[in-house]
């Protein structure tokens, strides 16, 4: 079968792509070289819907970042994704700093960001009672908010299968080969052949390019580690507290998240290896200092879990979206704001395949809305009842710390699109998220994937490929 669109790399970006163009009469597949959808930089990052104050006025970040940001809300809402519109603040602590956020005040004016202004010492105080004393001026932006990156990109995957799309997981691309009316992308047990190629693969974007003979571009990897603590201390502070930004990015932050946990994070450093992946001594050190300079009594001692992830930052110092040939199509560099770009970035995409000559046609069926994946735990004591009338495995909770039913772990297994391991089930349940870190829920969930996928319990995986948990017996254990 020829494709009409292939789409590499299933991150946010792949995602949104997929299901802003499933909405017209295509033949569309996402090509993913992991277990799951959302594995590289969209799984670990800030989970910000930035403003858009801080890109340089008229870059590609500027105008993708305020129309992304002003599409959000609609998105999240359509698919059913956990949304909050906290603002945010960037804290200043001399005149230097003060000058810096003056400029960002003017940036965004003119990048278009609405309602930005500069607040003093007593009304930020006001607005976060635990901010640090050395603190003395701040921008504030309202229309800054919080989401969750995996979760965002699972919906709209599964909302783009749900439309007509295909995923294929474990495709790494090897090749990209031209033939008659398109390309066949070629990974080493499989290929598919389509018209137009869109290249989304983020950290591995330049070696994509460079199978089709682009090659005016580089990724390199920044690593940014991350410090997640316990959702006792998410009522820290409201806002996203940003400190003055380098050039090597906006700093440590200080974060809820919007799960109610508090996120602190991330370093900012260049590296060589496009999977390593190592969190570090030198970062936790790093965050914890800056992080005690924001905010005043940050109780890291209820730290739940670190992570690190890798940022693909361009050689372009913007994104790179371009068309360097008829049938293929460049999404690369998209490092922050790319989360908050990219449903403007999806837009962007259907406009040059437009302009190559594609008929977008849009279909009858095309549904844009989604089911919330967290329905039951937000439903009222009564309407949880009715779910458990009906189906009794909702009233089973599987994960305490988290309190997540064996009904929703398995409605997730069964829905598009379907986790394969123990980490895809936790970005879709949040079981295996709180204090215990699956710690105890992790048997439980091992036996309903073996059961739903028809496989032994020693062929469950935690993110795929070798990652095996299990590699014999001492005794039946179910």
Sequence with gaps: MMYDVVIIGAGVVGGMIARTLSAYDLKICILEKENDVAMGAT?????????????????????????????????????????????????????????????????????????????????LKELEPNIADAVVCALYAPTGAIVCPYELTVAAIGNAMDNGADLKCNFAVVDIEKIEG???????????????????????????????????????????????????????????????????????????????????????????DKDNKDTTAEGFAH????????????????????????????????????????????????????????????????????????????KDTYNPRRKPMHYFREASLAEKNEIIKKDKSFGRVICRCETVTEGEILEAIR??????????????TRAQMGRCQGGFCSPYIMKLLADEMNITVDEVTKYGRESKLITGKTKEAF
């Design 415 to 428: 829905t598009n699109p379907k986790p394969s391991d123990l980490d895809g089930v936790k970005r879709r």
């Design 43 to 123: 799984k670990a990052n800030s989970a910000i819907v930035h403003a858009g104050f801080d890109a340089k006025c008229g870059s590609l970040k500027a105008k993708l970042n305020v129309q992304g940001s002003e599409m959000m809300q609609q998105v999240t809402t359509e698919l059913g994704v956990k949304y909050k519109n906290n603002g945010s603040l960037v804290i200043g602590f001399n005149d230097d700093d003060r000058k810096t956020i003056e400029d960002l005040l003017e940036r965004g004016k003119q990048n278009g960001v609405k309602g930005l202004r500069i607040v003093e010492k007593d009304e």
């Design 287 to 362: 965050i914890i200092r800056e992080a005690n300079e924001n905010i005043k009594g940050i109780p890291f001692n209820k730290t739940i879990t670190s992570f690190c992830g890798l940022r693909a930052v361009g050689s372009e110092g913007d994104f790179i979206i371009n068309s360097p040939k008829q049938g293929y199509i460049n999404v690369a560099g998209i490092e922050s704001p790319g989360l908050t770009s990219s449903p403007a970035i999806a837009l962007m995409v259907k406009e040059l395949l437009e302009a190559q000559g594609v008929i977008l046609t849009l």
């Design 182 to 272: 398109g390309y066949k992308v070629v990974s080493e047990n499989a290929s598919v052949e389509t018209r137009f190629v869109i290249n989304a693969a983020g950290l591995y974007a330049d070696a994509i390019a460079a199978m089709v003979g682009d090659k005016s571009f580089t990724i390199t990897p920044r690593r940014g580690e991350y410090i997640l603590l316990d959702k006792e201390c998410g009522g820290m502070v409201s806002n996203t507290i940003f400190r003055t930004p380098s050039k090597m990015g906006k700093g440590i932050l200080v974060s809820p998240t919007v799960d109610g946990n508090l996120l602190t994070g991330p370093t900012s450093v260049n590296i060589e």
